[in-house]
């Protein structure tokens, strides 16, 4: 399918294909997937069912990237820091389980070229700092069958090599060009090499963020500073801490399971949306919580989509959606 144009929006609800349809648009990317939940039935009898229908029949193709775009350094989370004005910022809460470790020999003179191939791919990136290895000297040893070609050493002679082992830490997702770029680099017919899964917290990767703002602020001060930059129609909020404004917790969207983290982390408040009646209850009056309403947290989220694609794809047809798609109203 060739994509005439794209509609970018938080929400691709019934109102939404239809702005596509009138802007000739066959793509819509949102933040908001149109299905949460299994369906067995598609007849049209909810709004999701009819935005699917009409989508299938209009040969628009809805692309939804929520939790994705949600758990990066510089997504949903991002663009919340951004507009309240934080520095320092950090993932709340980081995730395990992305990153590997690369273990490798080779002889002492190719030790640099390897390493230069393995940062090219992306390996030995951590935090703030790239080209991140480790090296140790040792000896190793092999011998080639008849049918081997050694680079050093001759067949069925056992050789012993001077040789420096290499470590480098990389994301998963690089595993195929990381492997790619030391087979290129390495000098060894056959390499020998290790691959670890870490534990280790991956800090780019994980859920809300938390940062500090230049100067402390009072708390209504910040509220209602708050209440303007996120263009929320209501805060509920729970009772001052009398502390300052200084540390900011925030979670685009329902972030009630982070509370935790936040006040472990030290936040005067936690900004998010989606808490219920009773989990307000569980600032205990160590953090100041601030529910700003789930759509005011992630509106903005559609021009980082914008801004993303437009500086990728500078020819395409992209356009934001017009429409307003929160479904709660303010009196």
């Given at each position: 399918m060739l994509i005439t144009g794209a509609l970018i929006c938080l929400d691709s609800t019934e109102a939404v294909l239809d702005e596509a349809i009138t802007h000739n648009c066959n793509l819509v990317i949102a933040h908001h997937p149109i299905v949460f939940s299994g369906m067995k039935k598609l007849n049209g009898n909810n709004y999701v069912e009819r935005t699917i229908i009409k989508a299938i029949k209009n040969d628009i193709a809805i692309y939804a990237i929520h939790t994705n775009l949600d758990n990066v350094a510089t997504g949903v989370n991002s663009m919340i820091t951004s507009k309240i004005g934080l520095s320092n910022i950090r993932i709340l809460s980081p995730k395990g389980g992305f990153l590997k470790q690369l273990v490798t020999y080779c002889p002492h003179e190719n030790a640099e070229k390897v390493r230069a191939a393995l940062f090219e791919a992306g390996a030995g990136a951590i935090g703030n700092y790239d080209e991140c290895s480790f090296s140790s000297s040792g000896s190793g040893t092999f011998r080639g069958s008849e049918i081997s070609n050694p680079v050093i050493g001759q067949k069925g002679v056992r050789h012993t090599e001077p040789e420096t082992r290499i470590e480098a830490v990389f994301e998963s997702w690089k595993t195929a060009a990381v492997m790619k770029k030391l087979r290129e680099a390495h000098p060894y017919e056959e390499i020998a090499y290790s691959i670890h899964?870490?534990?280790?917290?991956?800090?780019?990767?994980?859920?809300?963020?938390?940062?500090?703002?230049?100067?402390?602020?009072?708390?209504?001060?910040?509220?209602?500073?708050?209440?303007?930059?996120?263009?929320?129609?209501?805060?509920?909020?729970?009772?001052?801490?009398?502390?300052?404004?200084?540390?900011?917790?925030?979670?685009?969207?329902?972030?009630?399971?982070?509370?935790?983290?936040?006040?472990?982390?030290?936040?005067?408040?936690?900004?998010?949306?989606?808490?219920?009646?009773?989990?307000?209850?569980?600032?205990?009056?160590?953090?100041?919580?601030?529910?700003?309403?789930?759509?005011?947290?992630?509106?903005?989220?559609?021009?980082?989509?914008?801004?993303?694609?437009?500086?990728?794809?500078?020819?395409?047809?992209?356009?934001?959606?017009?429409?307003?798609?929160?479904?709660?109203?303010?009196?």
């Open positions: 899964s870490l534990d280790n917290q991956y800090n780019n990767i994980g859920s809300g963020m938390i940062g500090d703002l230049p100067e402390a602020e009072n708390t209504m001060n910040f509220l209602s500073r708050l209440k303007d930059v996120m263009k929320s129609g209501c805060i509920r909020y729970t009772r001052p801490t009398g502390k300052q404004i200084k540390r900011i917790a925030v979670c685009g969207g329902s972030g009630s399971f982070l509370l935790q983290d936040a006040i472990t982390q030290g936040a005067d408040v936690f900004v998010s949306a989606d808490f219920k009646y009773h989990q307000f209850f569980d600032a205990d009056d160590r953090i100041m919580i601030a529910d700003i309403g789930h759509f005011e947290s992630e509106q903005f989220t559609k021009d980082l989509i914008y801004e993303f694609l437009n500086g990728k794809f500078t020819t395409f047809a992209l356009r934001l959606s017009g429409l307003n798609t929160n479904p709660i109203n303010y009196f």
